[in-house]
C-alpha cells in the first residue's frame, strides 16, 4: 500500500458513518473506505468485483477512530485472498477475513469507546473549564457582566479542538499504516500502544481535575453570598439533594439530562404552592 | 430576525453532521459550538455558558453502540436562538434540552428507516460502485435538512410560544426555572466523578 492509496483511505475514513444504519450499522462506509484499494486490486478481475464488495457491505460495527486499526489489517488478508489457488484456500483466506473483521472491529469498538468517548472527550471538557477559569471566565454566575478580551473567550475552545484531533488523526493515520504491515499476532498492531495503560493514567488525571473544578465551584458559589440567610440555606439544600439524587440516577442509568427535566417541574410545581 | 434563524438553523444543520455522520472533529460539542453561536447571535459569553452546561449535563451519555445522546448542536442553539430575541437563558435551556432529546429520537427513526432501502441499494452498489457516493451524498443531505427544518421549526414555534406566556408568567416560575439551571453544573460535576472511575488494569 503506497503513501497515496494510505491518504485516500485515511480521507474516506471521515465517511465512515455517513450510511449509518441500525442493521448494518457502517456497512456502506466501510465499503466506501476499502473501494479504491479494492478496485486496484481486482483491476484484472473486474469479474470478482461484485462478489467482494458484497462481503465488505456485511455488518460493521467499530469506533470511528479506531477504525483505522481494521483498514489496514483487512487490507492485507484482502491481499492474501487475491492471491489463493484454489477454492479450498480460498474458503479457507474468507473466512479468515471474516473472523478478522469481526474480532478487530469488537476490540477496536471497546478500545475507541474507553479512550475517546469514556476519557479524551470528557478530559478535554475539563482542560477547556479549567482553562477559562485560569483567564478569569467565571460561568457559574448566571447574571455574569465582566466582559473578558475575546482571544480569552476563543482560546479554550480552540485548544481542546486542536488536541482531540491532533490525538484523533494520529490515531487515525497510525492505525492504517501499523495494521497492514504488523502481524496476526499482534492482534494487526493493536498491542504497539498500551491502551490499557493510557486510559488508566488519563482517568486519574481526569479525576484531579474534576475535584479541582468541584472545590472551585464550591469556592466561586461561597464567594457570591452576601449573607448567610434563610435563602442560601434552602438553595444549599436544594442543589445538595440533586447532586445527591444525580448519584442515585447515574445507579438506575437515568440520564442526567432526564434529571434536569425533572427538576425544572418539580421546582415550578413547589414554587407554585 | 427571520434572517439569523435561518443562519442558525444552517449552521446548526451543517454542525449536526459532525457529530455522527461526517469528520467527527468534534465542532459539534456544545463546548466549542456553543461559542460559535454565541458568536453568531452576538452574545459568546451566553454561548460559552450554555456550551459548558449542555456538555457537563451530557457527559454521562456516549454514542456508544446505537445509544444516540441528545443532540449537543441542538441544546445550544435553541437557548441562544432565543436568548437573542430576549427571552432568559434558563428558559431557552429548558426548551433546548427537551428539543435536543427530541431530535435524538427523530435521528433514530431516520436510521432505522434507512435501512429499507439500503437492500435495494446494495444490489446496486455491487453492480457500480459509483452508487455508494451517491448514496452517502443522499444521506448526509437529508439529515442535514431534517436538521435545518427542526431547528427552524423549533426556535419559530417556542419563540411565539413563549412570547405569548410571557405575560403570565409569575417571578416564581422565573425562580423555579433559574434554580434548576443553576443546580446543572453541579449535576454535571458529580456525573464527571464516575465517568473517570478507574476500571482498567
Keep these: ?273 | 430576525m427571520m434572517s439569523t434563524t435561518l443562519l442558525l438553523s444552517a449552521m446548526a444543520a451543517l454542525l449536526e453532521l459532525d457529530t455522527t455522520y461526517v469528520f467527527q472533529t468534534l465542532v459539534s460539542r456544545p463546548l466549542v459550538a456553543g461559542p460559535i453561536f454565541g458568536l453568531l447571535t452576538g452574545d459568546v459569553m451566553a454561548g460559552i455558558q450554555i456550551g459548558v452546561f449542555a456538555e457537563l449535563l451530557g457527559a454521562d451519555i456516549s454514542p456508544l453502540g446505537g445509544v444516540i445522546p441528545p443532540s449537543g448542536v441542538v441544546a445550544t442553539v435553541i437557548p441562544l436562538a432565543l436568548h437573542q430575541t430576549g427571552i432568559e437563558l434558563y428558559f431557552g435551556f429548558f426548551i433546548g434540552i427537551a428539543a435536543a432529546l427530541l431530535y435524538s429520537h427523530i435521528d433514530a427513526y431516520l436510521r432505522k428507516t434507512r435501512f429499507t432501502w439500503l437492500v435495494y441499494l446494495e444490489i446496486k452498489i455491487a453492480k457500480s460502485p459509483r452508487v455508494i457516493w451517491h448514496t452517502l451524498c443522499a444521506n448526509l443531505l437529508l439529515s442535514a435538512l431534517v436538521t435545518f427544518v427542526f431547528v427552524s421549526l423549533t426556535i419559530w414555534l417556542s419563540t411565539w410560544a413563549i412570547l405569548a406566556v410571557f405575560p403570565y408568567l409569575t417571578p416564581k416560575i422565573h425562580l423555579a426555572f433559574q434554580l434548576a439551571y443553576l443546580a446543572v453544573p453541579w449535576i454535571g460535576l458529580a456525573a464527571l466523578l464516575p465517568v473517570f472511575r478507574l476500571k482498567t488494569r
Design chain 1, 1 to 273: 500500500m503506497n503513501f497515496w492509496m494510505r491518504a485516500n483511505m485515511f480521507f474516506r475514513s471521515f465517511f465512515l458513518q455517513a450510511g449509518w444504519n441500525y442493521v448494518k450499522y457502517q456497512n456502506l462506509g466501510f465499503a466506501f473506505v476499502m473501494l479504491p484499494f479494492l478496485q486496484r486490486l481486482y483491476k484484472q478481475d473486474p469479474g470478482a468485483f461484485p462478489t467482494v464488495l458484497q462481503r465488505y457491505l456485511d455488518t460493521f460495527n467499530t469506533h470511528p477512530v479506531m477504525s483505522s486499526f481494521c483498514y489496514g489489517a483487512m487490507a492485507k488478508q484482502e491481499e492474501a485472498i487475491a492471491s489463493t489457488q484454489s477454492i479450498a484456500e480460498y474458503k479457507e483466506k474468507v473466512f479468515e477475513w471474516t473472523e478478522t473483521r469481526r474480532a478487530l472491529s469488537i476490540t477496536a469498538a471497546s478500545i475507541g469507546d474507553r479512550l475517546f468517548w469514556g476519557t479524551i472527550k470528557p478530559l478535554t471538557l475539563l482542560i477547556a473549564v479549567l482553562l477559562w477559569i485560569l483567564l478569569g471566565v467565571n460561568f457559574f454566575e448566571t447574571q455574569n457582566t465582566y466582559e473578558p478580551a475575546s482571544w480569552v473567550l476563543w482560546i479554550a475552545p480552540i485548544f481542546i479542538f486542536t488536541l482531540y484531533n491532533a490525538l484523533a488523526w494520529f490515531v487515525r493515520w497510525k492505525g492504517i499504516k501499523i495494521s497492514y504491515s504488523a502481524d496476526p499476532s499482534s492482534c494487526f498492531g493493536l498491542t504497539y500502544f498500551d491502551w490499557n495503560k493510557t486510559i488508566y493514567w488519563l482517568k486519574k488525571i481526569g479525576v484531579i481535575f474534576t475535584i479541582l473544578m468541584i472545590l472551585f465551584a464550591i469556592g466561586s458559589y461561597l464567594s457570591t453570598v452576601e449573607e448567610f440567610n434563610l435563602q442560601f440555606a434552602v438553595h444549599t439544600i436544594l442543589i445538595s439533594f440533586f447532586v445527591l439524587f444525580s448519584f442515585i440516577t447515574h445507579r438506575l442509568k437515568i440520564p442526567n439530562v432526564y434529571l434536569y427535566l425533572t427538576t425544572v417541574i418539580i421546582f415550578t410545581v413547589v414554587c407554585l404552592f
